[in-house]
C-alpha cells in the first residue's frame, strides 16, 4: 500500500506562486510512477501532469506547461509541484496520485491506484 499526503495549498494572488509537496510511504519513488490532479469547483477532475519514474519524463497538461514544474526528492521520498504564474482558473483542490513504474494509467487516463486526500489551491485577488 501507498500513502500519499499533499501539502502546501492557500490562497495566492494571481500571478503568484506556490509549491504543493506529495510526501509518499510504503513504496519508494523509484517505484512509483506519480500524476496529479486537480478538481475545480463544479467540475470534473482533470490530469495535471504525469511522471514515469523509469526514464524520468514528465508530462505536462497544455493548461499548465510552461507554469508548473514537477520534481522529486527521493531523498525524502517526496515530490514536488511548483506552480508559477497562477490564474483564478488554477483554484482546485490538488491531488498527487500513484501506480506502480510499470504502469501506464496515467497516460492513458485512466485511474490511478493511489490518491491523496487533495490539498486547497485559491487564486484570486
Known amino acids: 500500500q501507498v500513502q500519499l499526503v499533499e501539502s502546501g495549498g492557500g490562497l495566492v494572488q494571481p500571478g503568484g506562486s506556490l509549491k504543493l509537496s506529495c510526501a509518499a510511504s510504503?513504496?519508494?519513488?523509484?517505484?512509483?510512477?506519480i500524476g496529479w490532479f486537480r478538481q475545480a469547483p463544479g467540475k470534473e477532475r482533470e490530469r495535471v501532469l504525469c511522471?514515469?519514474?523509469?526514464?524520468?519524463?514528465?508530462y505536462y497538461e497544455d493548461s499548465v506547461k510552461g507554469r508548473f514544474i514537477f520534481s522529486r526528492d527521493n531523498a525524502r521520498n517526496t515530490v514536488h509541484l511548483q506552480m508559477d504564474d497562477l490564474e483564478p482558473e488554477d483554484t482546485a483542490v490538488y491531488y498527487c496520485?500513484?501506480?506502480?513504474?510499470?504502469?501506464?494509467?496515467?497516460?492513458?487516463?485512466?485511474?490511478?491506484?493511489?490518491w491523496g486526500k487533495g490539498t486547497l489551491v485559491t487564486v484570486s485577488e
Open positions: 511522471s514515469r519514474s523509469s526514464d524520468g519524463s514528465t
Open positions: 510504503g513504496w519508494t519513488l523509484d517505484h512509483l510512477n
Open positions: 496520485a500513484a501506480e506502480s513504474r510499470y504502469s501506464s494509467s496515467c497516460l492513458l487516463g485512466y485511474n490511478m491506484d493511489y
